[in-house]
């Protein structure tokens, strides 16, 4: 079966320090990867997709960037973190053809100070 | 460009009663729809999914949803509450077209409350 990982779960960082978050799928190959921002509140916010390693579309224009070195790896990273960066990132996959729905990360709940 | 709107900001509700969030979308064609759940400080649980077929949809934990093409809408009903179905729902509707395409799109959560 198919598993997304996820760390750290939490992080407090101090403004202006850099950011990197990790996502790794396990159980599948060339999956569709994705990163998302949750505000606080409750909306979804989709900063990130890759459809296969090096290839990374950004849906807004901010201050994180995305990578995708291996085939099941995803990668966040800031160079310098703002206060608006906080939030809970969740990371989420879904087959490149099949039954469409994606599949989500536990989440990293990341604190800007 | 497709979009999906929760008219509800939250759904109380008793124990062993029937339990409704409601769910209606916008896309150009035939609309891929789902529904998560999410507990807090963790990551979305995929509920069920309409893609074709039957309206009636089954999923998860005793959910169904019901699709209604003419009123362009999908909600996610089970018949008898239960305390730990208090969490965040999400209705989602995949885009079709341009550069919305194989993305979703999440509504806004409606968070439902469930007293003993």
């Known amino acids: 079966s198919q598993t997304i990982h996820q760390w750290p779960a939490t992080l407090v960082q101090p403004v202006g320090s850099p950011l990197s978050l990790e996502c790794t799928v396990e159980?599948?190959?060339?999956?569709?990867l994705y990163w998302y921002r949750q505000a606080a509140g409750r909306g979804l916010q989709l900063l990130f997709y890759s459809v296969g390693i090096g290839q990374i579309s950004s849906e807004v224009p901010q201050n994180l960037s995305a990578s995708r070195p291996q085939d099941r790896q995803f990668i966040l990273s800031s160079k310098k973190l703002l206060l608006s960066d906080s939030g809970f990132y969740l990371c989420?996959?879904?087959?490149?053809?099949?039954?469409?729905?994606?599949?989500f990360g536990p989440g990293t709940r990341l604190t800007v100070t | 460009a497709q979009s999906v709107a929760q008219p509800e900001d939250q759904v109380n509700v008793a124990e062993g009663n029937p339990l409704t969030v409601k769910c209606t979308y916008s896309?150009?064609?035939?609309?891929?729809l789902f529904w998560y759940v999410q507990y807090p400080n963790r990551g979305l649980q995929f509920l069920l999914k309409y893609i074709t077929g039957d309206n009636l949809v089954k999923g998860s934990y005793g959910f169904e949803a019901e699709f209604n093409k003419s009123q362009t809408s999908f909600h996610l009903k089970k018949p008898s509450a239960l305390v730990s179905d208090s969490a965040l729902y999400f209705c989602a509707v995949r885009g079709q077209t341009g550069d919305s395409w194989g993305k979703l799109q999440f509504g806004a959560g409606t968070q439902v409350v469930v007293t003993p």
């Open positions: 159980g599948t190959s060339n999956p569709n």
């Open positions: 896309v150009s064609g035939n609309p891929y």
């Open positions: 989420a996959w879904n087959r490149l053809a099949g039954g469409y729905e994606q599949y």
